[in-house]
């Protein structure tokens, strides 16, 4: 356990992030959302540091105007990317000393509406590349999707290194799902930049391609656990792209009816071609999907072992989680040996 957030507080946790600085310190954060949060106006992200492979944790900093961020690390430092609140501006800081001290927000927005998790970001032809969403004033829903790229010898906090693709909303033409959200850059099998993103309440991913400056839809793929966030990842010893997704059993009767609300399994998946997705093992699991979840998982390969860290809704001596959805910890995992103890896993 990293963080404890009790439901009674009115604040949850939410947006792990999990990185390895090049010294093999692990840093983790997360955000606070809920009734009681400020998530409409500053965002609140925490940061901890490990530096014994995750036995132990300390708090390290807490950051105003931070929400649904990400880290990542470029050149020897430390980045954290996301937006300065719910539906808030893109920002993006940066520490020198392995997260402990920040420079304060740098805004590569200069208006709100952006959305995102905690995502990848990928280095392909001398730039960074990282998917996000712009999603207009009215209902939830209506999310449109992007890339943001600058140069990886640029100076990642002046707004004039940055470009934004073009805006693409969700494909009318597609006979399930509404929306998609969550999007992952991900170098795809022949070298082009894809975004993949979460398709709501459908367990099916969406694949975008970026040509030039706008981004095109190619298709939808059948991906358990798509209709939730998930960090895919490419291993160059497997020769595979991984995830750690949460898919909607058919063992439990939400899964017919609202499977993004199912996180209470987590599965390890590969694919060779991100097209064709394969269960390989079942790494948590609790039969409760409605007060029991490990989702948003954000992950990193750690030589022959995968840790990650988990938005986690799970029992506490104050009552549990408010929701499967509405979490009270952040935990961490490692899984040993992950390519080689594969587990086919029923359905």
Same mark, same amino acid.
């Given at each position: 356990?990293?963080?404890?957030?009790?439901?009674?507080?009115?604040?949850?946790?939410?947006?792990?992030?999990?990185?390895?600085?090049?010294?093999?310190?692990?840093?983790?954060?997360?955000?606070?959302?809920?009734?009681?949060?400020?998530?409409?106006?500053?965002?609140?992200?925490?940061?901890?540091?490990?530096?014994?492979?995750?036995?132990?944790?300390?708090?390290?900093?807490?950051?105003?105007?931070?929400?649904?961020?990400?880290?990542?690390?470029?050149?020897?430092?430390?980045?954290?990317?996301?937006?300065?609140?719910?539906?808030?501006?893109?920002?993006?800081?940066?520490?020198?000393?392995?997260?402990?001290?920040?420079?304060?927000?740098?805004?590569?927005?200069?208006?709100?509406?952006?959305?995102?998790?905690?995502?990848?970001?990928?280095?392909?032809?001398?730039?960074?590349?990282?998917?996000?969403?712009?999603?207009?004033?009215?209902?939830?829903?209506?999310?449109?999707?992007?890339?943001?790229?600058?140069?990886?010898?640029?100076?990642?906090?002046?707004?004039?290194?940055?470009?934004?693709?073009?805006?693409?909303?969700?494909?009318?033409?597609?006979?399930?799902?509404?929306?998609?959200?969550?999007?992952?850059?991900?170098?795809?099998?022949?070298?082009?930049?894809?975004?993949?993103?979460?398709?709501? /309440?459908?367990?099916?991913? $969406?694949?975008?391609?970026?040509?030039?400056?706008? &981004?095109? @839809?190619? +298709?939808?793929? #059948? %991906?358990?656990?798509?209709?939730?966030?998930?960090?895919?990842?490419?291993?160059?010893?497997?020769?595979?792209?991984?995830?750690?997704?949460?898919?909607?059993?058919?063992?439990?009767?939400?899964?017919?009816?609202?499977?993004?609300?199912?996180?209470?399994?987590?599965?390890?998946?590969?694919?060779?071609?991100?097209?064709?997705?394969?269960?390989?093992?079942?790494?948590?699991?609790?039969?409760?999907?409605?007060?029991?979840?490990?989702?948003?998982?954000?992950?990193?390969?750690?030589?022959?072992?995968?840790?990650?860290?988990?938005?986690?809704?799970?029992? /506490?001596?104050?009552?549990? $989680?408010?929701?499967?959805?509405?979490?009270?910890? &952040?935990? @961490?995992? +490692?899984?040993? #040996? %992950?390519?080689?103890?594969?587990?086919?896993?029923?359905?």
């Amino acid at each position: 356990m990293i963080d404890h957030q009790p439901a009674s507080t009115g604040e949850y946790v939410g947006s792990p992030s999990i990185v390895i600085l090049p010294d093999g310190t692990y840093v983790t954060s997360h955000d606070l959302f809920g009734p009681k949060s400020t998530q409409s106006t500053s965002g609140v992200t925490r940061i901890f540091r490990s530096t014994d492979q995750g036995k132990s944790w300390k708090k390290v900093a807490e950051l105003q105007d931070q929400f649904w961020s990400n880290l990542f690390v470029l050149g020897g430092k430390l980045y954290l990317m996301g937006t300065s609140c719910e539906y808030g501006r893109i920002v993006i800081r940066r520490s020198l000393d392995g997260g402990i001290t920040w420079s304060p927000p740098s805004y590569l927005s200069p208006q709100p509406g952006y959305h995102t998790a905690p995502v990848p970001v990928v280095i392909k032809d001398g730039r960074v590349w990282r998917a996000m969403e712009y999603h207009p004033a009215g209902p939830w829903g209506h999310f449109q999707a992007f890339v943001i790229r600058a140069p990886a010898d640029s100076d990642l906090l002046n707004a004039k290194n940055w470009q934004m693709t073009g805006r693409l909303p969700y494909y009318a033409k597609l006979a399930v799902g509404d929306t998609w959200l969550e999007g992952n850059a991900v170098i795809g099998p022949r070298g082009s930049i894809l975004d993949i993103l979460r398709v709501n /309440d459908v367990e099916k991913a $969406a694949i975008l391609k970026v040509e030039g400056s706008r &981004l095109k @839809f190619e +298709r939808l793929v #059948n %991906f358990p656990g798509g209709s939730k966030k998930f960090t895919i990842r490419y291993d160059k010893v497997s020769r595979k792209y991984w995830t750690l997704s949460n898919p909607a059993l058919k063992k439990y009767a939400l899964s017919r009816t609202n499977p993004a609300m199912v996180r209470n399994t987590l599965a390890l998946m590969s694919s060779k071609d991100l097209c064709h997705w394969t269960i390989d093992r079942i790494v948590l699991s609790h039969p409760d999907p409605a007060k029991f979840a490990f989702q948003y998982v954000d992950w990193q390969f750690d030589g022959p072992d995968l840790i990650a860290v988990s938005r986690t809704a799970y029992a /506490d001596s104050a009552g549990g $989680a408010n929701s499967a959805h509405n979490a009270n910890y &952040l935990t @961490f995992h +490692r899984i040993p #040996n %992950f390519r080689s103890m594969i587990q086919r896993a029923s359905r």
